[in-house]
């Protein structure tokens, strides 16, 4: 090739380049989906959920937490498999909501704190937090992005190939708003009785059912509770045990905040104040890199409940000690709350926890059954199964296109301009 030829040949890669730039970032969701292989079992389950795929489709402004293929292989490894195997369409319902948030969420707006986003899961029977349920989203370093949910789960946000290849924007962008591609499902947050064995809290678990407070916590909406860990209530002994039911009410009731702003970490600045259901206040410090309520130290941020958040605390807080300051040079201050320790094998109040669960949140160690994204309950909207549009994705997913047969037609061109501009850059030196 003659240098002269170089530089339009060149320019005329970089046209073709930048259109199809244009021309991605105006796709609309059924467009963009259909472009990610990546995505196609999450493409099938979405649109079989016709009224929620619709609203998307008219949205202007929100953003998809998608789960790559690689996802739905983990399903039955995890909390959600037996709900999806046994087709609770509305446990998926819910599930899907869950992985739309309003408003677009760059991974460049995510920090190294933790920020709190809500969610389309407002669903009473699934969550009671005002606004919707929040999912949790931080940078970490390197910049990966991570989101939290329900249960302690995370999912990390994964590059699609085209978008590495292309060196183009970190996001899957549509007509209505943007696609983040993550590696796992998102679990929607479970009431208190159902979270705390998850944390190995079963010691405030047993107490709280003792107490007769279970109902309070597992339904009652915004809620912030700090849940003394199991060595703190074994550092009691059977002081706690021995109470009367009304007395341990007032010393737990001193844990849980009822507020109509749930405290997740991003709102617990120090010198704030809380006022707990017992009503006194709790003062939250921080200082030498470290979280207090009072002179408990925080040792678990942001497990996310069905109707608000836990915080793990180290230590009982004593509703007659509302003035209790933080000391940092401790590892653990001695208990407020006089008694004597039991040995580590002895962890009282759980033989009050309820032995079974209804919900979907008991994990599988092995899979309970081998399943594809067609044997997933369908949604039971007025919408029916699926739009014509969404038919005809379901099975573009089975049957390549012409198109899908070659490498996206923007990928082949970057491909090409690379080899002509070392090319070009070959002659210039002869």
Known sequence: MHPSLCFPALALLSFGTSTLAQQQDAMDLTQLLRSNKNLSEFTTLLTSYGDIYANLSFQSGVTILAPNNDAFNKIPYSSLGPAFEANQSQIVRSVLQYHILPGIHTPGSYNGSFSFDQTWLQNTSYTNVTGGQVVGGVQQAG??????????????????????????????????????????????????????????????????????????????????????????????????????????QRILNYHVVNSSTVGYSSNLLNGTILRTRSGQNLTMTFTSNSLFVNQARVIQQDLLLSNGVMHVIDNFLDPDAPSATANPQLPTAPPLIQGTSLSENVVPFTSFLPTSVTSFNTASATPTGTFGVSDIGKGTSGFGTASASATSMHTSTKKKSAAEKVESPRTALTVAGGLLSALCWTIGLL
């Open 143 to 248: 910049d990966v992005n991570i989101f939290t949910s329900g249960m302690g789960s995370r999912s990390t946000l994964v590059t699609p190939m085209s978008i590495m290849l292309t060196k183009h924007a970190q996001n899957l962008r549509f007509t209505g708003g943007i696609v983040h591609v993550i590696d796992t499902f998102l679990i929607p947050p479970q009431n208190f009785i159902q979270t705390v064995p998850q944390f190995n809290l079963t010691a405030a678990g047993g107490a709280v059912e003792n107490a007769s407070l279970a109902d309070y916590l597992n339904t009652h909406p915004d809620l912030t509770v700090f849940v003394p860990q199991n060595a703190a209530f074994q550092a009691l002994g059977s002081t706690l045990e021995s109470l009367p039911s009304q007395q341990l």
